[in-house]
């Protein structure tokens, strides 16, 4: 048994893992993670996830756009070049608003989108890594660490009665697409 | 997950209007007209009248927002605005009365020369006058008393009629139980929406725009609509959470506080992209007629209150909304909401004063007093119909969707 690197418990009803979960955690037994089709409500609560600190990551991004399109607009409209249009002041800020919104928004977008991929390893032509095929499609898994569980035949009895279908002991870690 | 939770609430509990909030708005009524009576008698009839007309403006605005919050909750069958949809639904049932009294101090301000004198004078349009004025003339055939108070009258009575509608259906519902009502609340919702999306600016065009008619501006239509509906969302926050802390609603939860308070920071945000979008297009053309508006508002008499509204309705929202925490905050989001509500007020303020009292503009007993009134008729009014049905549509296809509703 000590090839086993994980186990998978493989659920076809998100009612039937969330109890799944109860039954592992009330015998201090450390989920690794579980993976869904589905986003399910609740689980974040359940298995302790932190909540995403991709809002701040928005926010320096988008702040870092602001800044950006004022250095920018400010180095070509006041100091490098400035022009006389329709008699206004070089330095016009009602003038500097609208590309500073929309750089902030691009930014935003990029920075987010960026920081969504690189944490998530996902890249083009990278293929993605994931523990089981199923729970992209129509299984709800939860996955243990077999390192960190003494018992392996208690992790599967328990899985079973909260209504496992199927109890996998995986060797690798991740099967991926290719 | 999947399990009901209708047996923890009380849906029969209706909503109890006595006591001491009944006693606080019907002096706020008395205090209103005190201080109306104060400016009739103290030679201030066009200061009172502009004040009027801004508050049973703002007052319509809040109750057709409501209407139009129903309506958009059927158009777009959300399920998380169930549990509270009777609080926008008293707000609509409140329009017809709001309605009736914008038409008659439209209608009084009009007659009495104490407002829209700007079009609505002897002479105007007719060339042999010595007031004849070349602009107003050519404006006449739109902007003339009888096609005014027509358009004017046939609006509210559309958003009047589709809001006790929407709330008739609703009530039907509770009795019958079954889809019929909801699917006819969508289409019912679906033309209301088309109407009201393409009167609305035309209404602010009558009432406010037109109050400086020389001036005109295609954005002020939208500009109306951001702080009509930003200030609606403000007033059904607050009413939300002061229902919930005094024991009602028990089934709303941070949630539906969240996505109210997505929609107040969205909309402050819209607000200030249609402020700005209206105030950059008129500074970079710089053509006379257009910037006569912003020059009014930019001399000393005005701009404090220019940049004060500016801060308290985009900046002070943009920066206490942002995080996920202060919207989900009773606290924060009960003083965000009154913050707002008297943000719009300067906006309003701002829209009606510089072109109706100018530099003879006050901020005292009249501005405060009127605007407690208005506010207490509006409490009044709408808690007394809110207490007439029960809390919850219990019918409603989505009621279950609302109550475990989790972001």
């Not at chain 2, 009027?52 to 777009?76: E, K, N, S």
């Not at chain 2, 910037?291 to 940049?307: A, Q």
């Amino acid at each position: 048994m000590s090839k086993t690197k994980y186990i998978l418990g493989h659920f076809a009803d998100p009612d039937e893992m969330m109890h799944g979960i109860d039954k592992l955690q009330e015998n201090n037994i450390p989920v690794y993670d579980v993976f869904t089709p589905m986003p399910i409500h609740g689980i974040e609560d359940k298995l302790g996830v932190k909540r995403s600190r991709l809002p701040i990551a928005a926010f320096c991004f988008g702040a870092t756009g602001t800044l950006t399109a004022f250095v920018m607009i400010y180095y070509m409209l006041v100091y490098d070049w400035p022009m006389n249009i329709g008699g206004k002041p070089a330095f016009a800020i009602p003038d500097f608003v609208p590309v500073m919104f929309e750089l902030t928004v691009l930014f935003g977008a990029f920075g987010m989108v960026g920081t969504f991929f690189f944490k998530n390893h996902l890249f083009p032509g990278r293929a993605p890594r994931v523990m089981d095929l199923r729970a992209t499609n129509d299984r709800f898994i939860i996955a243990i660490d077999a390192q960190e569980v003494k018992d392996a035949k208690k992790v599967d009895s328990l899985l079973k009665d909260a209504g496992a279908v199927e109890v996998l002991h995986n060797e690798r870690k991740y099967v991926s697409y290719e | 997950m999947g399990t009901n939770h209708t047996t923890k609430h009380n849906f029969a509990q209706q909503f109890e209007f006595s006591g001491k909030v009944k006693t606080w708005s019907v002096l706020a009524v008395l205090l209103g007209a005190g201080a109306v009576a104060y400016g009739f008698y103290s030679g201030h009839a066009e200061r009172t009248f502009a004040n009027l007309l801004l508050m049973a403006y703002y007052f319509t605005c809040v109750c057709a927002a409501g209407a139009f919050f129903v309506a958009l909750q059927y158009v777009a069958q959300a399920g998380w605005s169930a549990g509270l949809v009777r609080i926008p639904q008293a707000f609509a049932k409140v329009l017809p009365i709001a309605s009736l009294v914008l038409i008659g101090i439209v209608a009084a301000g009009l007659y009495s020369h104490n407002l829209y004198h700007h079009w609505h004078a002897d002479g105007l349009t007719d060339p042999n006058s010595p007031h004849y004025d070349p602009i107003i003339a050519g404006k006449a055939v739109y902007l003339n008393v009888p096609f005014f108070l027509t358009r004017l009258v046939v609006f509210l009575g559309i958003y009047s009629f589709f809001a006790l509608a929407l709330t008739k259906l609703s009530n039907r519902e509770d009795l019958e139980g079954g889809l019929n009502s909801y699917k006819k609340s969508i289409g019912y919702s679906a033309v209301f929406l088309v109407i009201f999306g393409f009167t609305t600016p035309i209404w602010a065009f009558d009432t406010i725009m037109s109050l400086e008619a020389h001036w005109f501006s295609t954005m002020f239509g939208w500009y109306n609509f951001a702080a009509m509906w930003v200030s609606g969302l403000c007033a059904i926050t607050l009413t939300v959470i002061f229902l919930k802390r005094s024991g009602y609603l028990t089934w709303i939860n941070d949630s539906h506080l969240h996505d109210l308070g997505k929609f107040i920071f969205a909309f402050s945000i819209f607000w200030t992209y249609v402020w700005f979008a209206q105030f950059l297009l008129i500074y970079y053309a710089n053509i006379p007629e257009e910037t006569v508006y912003f020059y009014k508002r930019w001399e000393p008499e005005f701009k404090p209150w220019f940049w004060l509204n500016i801060v308290m309705n985009f900046v002070s929202p943009l920066l206490i909304l942002m995080t996920r925490d202060a919207k989900r905050k009773e606290s924060v989001l009960i003083f965000v909401s009154i913050f707002l509500l008297c943000g719009h007020w300067l906006d309003y303020y701002m829209m009606v004063m510089p072109g109706t009292v100018g530099a003879e503009r006050g901020f005292g007993i009249i501005e405060v007093g009127t605007a407690i009134g208005f506010a207490g008729l509006f409490v009044f009014l709408m808690l007394t119909s809110l207490s007439k049905k029960p809390l919850v549509p219990v019918n409603h296809p989505f009621l279950e969707e609302s109550l475990n509703h989790h972001i």
